[in-house]
Nanobody, 118 residues
Framework: QVTLVESRGGLVQAGGSLRLSCAAS????????MGWHRQAPGKQRELVAT???????NYADSVKGRFIISRDNAKYTVYLQMNSLKPEDTAVYYC????????????WGRGTQVTVSS
């Protein structure tokens, strides 16, 4: 079993920045891909970004050029640097981890709220 614990989100003004982190513990040797998803009120959960253990990344079109995903394999931690935030980025952000390189949905964190005010 793998446990994922996200850092606290927060409230930020539009145009601002916020950094999320997520630390994995437990059977971390089982996981390869890590990433972030988000779910806004009344909407389905959507992929934000994923990163492989080798550092290759994938982003949703809506966040390309604004968000940066990174990871520290030694610390089993993944980060999401969010810049130029928009009100439509408001959502609960979930850290995820997966068994294969591009998967990040086999294990989930509890989620953290990010609110962007206009």
């Amino acid at each position: 079993q793998v446990t994922l614990v996200e850092s606290r989100g927060g409230l930020v003004q539009a145009g601002g920045s916020l950094r999320l982190s997520c630390a994995a513990s437990g059977r971390v040797s089982d996981i390869d891909g890590m990433g972030w998803h988000r779910q806004a009120p009344g909407k389905q959960r959507e992929l934000v970004a994923t990163i492989t253990s080798g550092g290759s990344t994938n982003y949703a079109d809506s966040v390309k050029g604004r968000f940066i995903i990174s990871r520290d394999n030694a610390k089993y931690t993944v980060y999401l640097q969010m810049n130029s935030l928009k009100p439509e980025d408001t959502a609960v952000y979930y850290c995820g981890a997966g068994f294969s390189s591009w998967s990040a949905d086999d294990y989930w964190g509890r989620g953290t709220q990010v609110t962007v005010s206009s």
